[in-house]
């Protein structure tokens, strides 16, 4: 299936309230548990999300449309979350996630992409040359990696509770597919 | 960790309004397609989650409370879907689940369970002796399996769109986990 930014525009501008309705004050256990040593909870993924609405979906739409391939993105800052969650409580990373999610789409929407735009090309530091349009589809598909994490990340703590039903659980055959 | 009634009442609580904050009125392109022949859209996934709400999970409670384990369980219909979405739209299937799992943890409630009925035995017709404890647990376990699914049904229509990125998506390398 090709691209189709109305399609991702719809799914970004979703994801907020379903977490929203998913975890706010849900007990910690689900949102404050992970699935052990250097894994993430619930609540972590929020964190990492925030920080990328801040530095890397629409900075790297801008570096695209105003320097293309001529100059790489920033890597993406894999321990932002660190500093994004330092202090705050889920209820309140839920609202600035959802804040800043908002005033980025109204961004990406004010700038009235045309096919040809889509195709520009920018340079990601270790991917080589990657298109506005893929950078895009992925800011979604990034979204659906995370809620698909979420769900296996909070599965893992009925993991004994479960008895016997564990085999029939797709969730927990899943071991994670975290990006090198 | 053990199994905490409250905390799976929360979480029971909490999915159809999740899976209505995500999926309501979405381009068909994210909630009608699927991972191939002989695979669920998360329009079906719904219907499925609907069919658990009638022939499952609270009937087999009750089975337990009454019966004990000298009944077995109706095995649960896999393609109770099948009758549940015909003709409906998914804003209607997504309705249906939220009245459903309403009036179903209404009734829930209403059973006061004390911690020596969550060790009463029940009998599955192909895992044996489980608890009630271990269904409750299932239950809400099932829902994550179900948004686990969903999540990586939607990535997948963005396989190709996401070009270069999808070796660091992990919803993108997990090839399913279904129950035998």
Known sequence: MEHNLDHTLSLLARTPAALNA???????TW?????GENTWSPFVVVGHLISGE????????????????????????RLGHVRE?????????LDEFAGLRLANLRELRALNLRPEDLKRRGQHPSLGTVT?????????AHDLTHLHQISRVMAHQ????VGPWSRYLGVLQCHGHSAP
Request: aromatic content about 10%; overall charge neutral; cysteine-free.
């Open 85 to 93: 969650t330092q202090g705050k409580s889920l209820g309140q990373l």
């Open 54 to 77: 801040r530095t890397d979906w629409m900075p790297r739409a801008r570096m695209i449309l105003q320097f293309g391939d001529s100059r790489p993105f920033e890597p993406f800052d």
């Open 158 to 161: 009925y993991r004994e509770a």
């Open 22 to 28: 998913l975890l706010r004050d849900l007990p910690e």
């Open 132 to 140: 506005l349009s893929q950078l895009l589809a992925t800011w979604a």
């Open 31 to 35: 949102t404050l548990r992970n699935e």
